[in-house]
């Protein structure tokens, strides 16, 4: 039985949500499983979130219509994938978008009610790699919010087409909420000047944004990840997960800026228009 067990937790995460979600049609499955290494593929475009085909009943591309109770079946095998290896960045996605419909409802309307928020929904741009001007922005002056989100994504070996892309959410605006929350993920880690490792990444930041939209995937991250750490490490998040949970409660809704055209901006001046406060002065 132990081995069981055991096969089962190191088992493919996709392998175990398939097994757990049998009723589902398979093309669902065989849908998700081919993007699931190529994810960079599927950025391509003009540059924005587009409308779906009328035709094979998508709202957006890449979107896989699902039934209530297929959702519940992903929600269960993502959560328990989830739980089990938060550096699983897909089974995170799957279990915000098959869960987070009320929050993406709540942040859709913070973007409406702002008039740069509003803006975005409206002209729906994308921070990926074929709109970005890579060099142009290394050649900014140090502090700027280009030229530090540029060495953010140089020294921890990540771009932004490696985030996945939207396929449950069954509204095509709110599709388009969870995808830019989605991309400015890495602007977040770059603001609150947060590496990507587990402890000052995936946590605090996951804190900051678990306050800030309510998704209960970044719930999830914020609540469970320091299990994963040591005593050690633990005691180095006494002090930021207070001051990421404060930054979350008064800063301004994060997805109402348009960052890409803000690339001339100093950090700090970002910051302060947010309304994030200095992180405290420990080493992480």
């Known amino acids: 039985m132990g081995m069981m067990v055991r096969g089962l937790w190191l088992a493919p995460a996709w392998r175990t949500l398939r097994t757990a979600a049998l009723p589902i049609h398979t093309g669902i499955w065989q849908h998700y499983n081919r993007e699931y290494t190529t994810v960079a593929e599927e950025q391509e475009g003009d540059g924005h979130f587009s409308a779906g085909s009328h035709e094979t009943g998508t709202l957006y591309p890449n979107h896989i219509p699902t039934n209530a109770l ?3 079946l992903l929600s269960a095998g993502s959560a328990v994938v989830s739980l089990y290896d938060p550096y699983r960045h897909d089974m995170v996605a799957v279990l915000g978008e098959t869960t987070g419909v009320q929050a993406l409802q709540n942040l859709r309307e913070k973007m409406r009610n702002d008039p740069e928020g509003l803006q975005i929904l409206q002209e729906r741009p994308r921070i990926v790699m074929s709109n970005l001007d890579i060099e142009r922005l290394r050649e900014l002056p140090d502090g700027t919010f280009g030229r530090e989100y540029v060495r953010f994504l140089d020294d921890n070996h990540v771009t932004p087409d490696t985030r996945m892309p939207v396929k449950f959410v069954d509204d095509e605006e709110l599709a388009y909420v969870a995808q830019r929350y989605r991309e400015v993920h890495d602007l977040m880690h770059t603001l609150l000047g947060m590496p990507t490792n587990m402890l000052a990444g995936e946590v605090v930041v996951k804190w900051f944004e678990a306050v800030q939209t309510g998704l209960p995937m970044c719930i999830l991250g914020a609540v469970f990840g320091p299990l994963r750490l040591s005593a050690k490490r633990k005691k180095k998040l006494i002090e930021l997960v207070p001051w990421a949970v404060q930054n979350g409660r008064s800063a301004r809704c994060v997805l ?28 992480v």
């Open 256 to 283: 109402n800026f348009y960052y890409e055209r803000r690339w001339e901006q100093t950090v700090e001046a970002l910051r302060e228009e947010i309304g994030i406060l200095p992180s405290p002065q420990i080493k």
């Open 70 to 72: 297929q959702k519940l």
